[in-house]
C-alpha cells in the first residue's frame, strides 16, 4: 500500500521549455503533497507543501511564479517548471502523506530527472 | 539555523555485523525523527518514525534510538546484509504540518 507515482521519471529539454511533473497517490487520498529538489549526494530540499484545493505554501528563496504548484484532486499534484534554464536541471521529488497528523510517514514518488541543454 | 548532521562518509562492515548510523541535529526541538532509505535514482522509503518522548524504537533488524539531550539519534541495522547497502536519511519534524528537514543522509555498504 501507499504508492506514489511520478511521472515523467526522466526529462531531457531545451532551455525556455515548460516542464510538467505529475505525482499521483494511487492507492490513497493525499490531502498533503511535498515537493522536493535534490542535488547529488545532498539532503533533500523542500520547495513547497501542496494542500489539495488551497494555494501551495513555498519555502524561503522559492519562485512561485518559477514552479508552479497545483493540487487539484487528493490524489494529484503537478509541479510545473515554467521557462526551465539549465540551472534548474536537478532530480525532483515528490511525497504524499496520508493522514492528517503532521508526524505521519511521507511516501516517496521515484523522482524525476529533469536535464536542461 | 537548525542543522541537521549525519556522517558524510560512506559506512563499509561486514555482512552479518551491526551498522550504526548517527543523525545530529542543532537549533531544533524536533517533536518526531524519522528514518527513511534511498537507492540510487529512487525516492526515499520510510523505515522508522520514533517521538520525543520515545527512547527507542524497533522493527525486525532495525533499531533507532532518539536522545533529545544529546540532540542525537542512532540508526542500527543488526545482521547486516548486501541488500541493505543503501543511502539512509534522517528527518525532524514538528507541529501538524508535516514538513521535514532531511540530513544529506549515510551511504552503507554492506559486504558479504
Known amino acids: 500500500g501507499a504508492v506514489v507515482s511520478q511521472h515523467p521519471s526522466r526529462v531531457i529539454c531545451k532551455s525556455g521549455t515548460s516542464v510538467k511533473i505529475e505525482c499521483r497517490s494511487l492507492d490513497f487520498q493525499a490531502t498533503t503533497m511535498f515537493w522536493y529538489r535534490q542535488f547529488p549526494k545532498q539532503s533533500l530540499m523542500l520547495m513547497a507543501t501542496s494542500n489539495e484545493g488551497s494555494k501551495a505554501t513555498y519555502e524561503q528563496g522559492v519562485e512561485k511564479d518559477k514552479f508552479l504548484i497545483n493540487h487539484a484532486s487528493l490524489t494529484l499534484s503537478t509541479l510545473t517548471v515554467t521557462s526551465a534554464h539549465p540551472e534548474d536541471s536537478s532530480f525532483y521529488i515528490c511525497s504524499a502523506r496520508a493522514g492528517i497528523w503532521g508526524n505521519q510517514p511521507q511516501h516517496f514518488g521515484d523522482g524525476t530527472r529533469l536535464s536542461i541543454l | 539555523s537548525q542543522k541537521i548532521e549525519q556522517n558524510s562518509e560512506a559506512l563499509n562492515i561486514q555482512e552479518g555485523k551491526t551498522a550504526t548510523l548517527t543523525c545530529n541535529y542543532t537549533n531544533y526541538s524536533p517533536a518526531y525523527l524519522q528514518w527513511y532509505r534511498q537507492d540510487p535514482g529512487r525516492g526515499p522509503v520510510f523505515l522508522l518514525l520514533i517521538r520525543e518522548n520515545e527512547k527507542e524504537k524497533r522493527k525486525e533488524r532495525l533499531k533507532v534510538t532518539f536522545d533529545t539531550t544529546l540532540k542525537q539519534s542512532l540508526f542500527h541495522i543488526t545482521a547486516s546484509q548486501p541488500a541493505d547497502s543503501a543511502t539512509y536519511l534522517c528527518?525532524?519534524?514538528?507541529?501538524?504540518?508535516?514538513?521535514?528537514?532531511f540530513g544529506q543522509g549515510t551511504t552503507l555498504q554492506v559486504k558479504p
Open positions: 528527518a525532524l519534524g514538528s507541529g501538524n504540518t508535516g514538513k521535514l528537514i
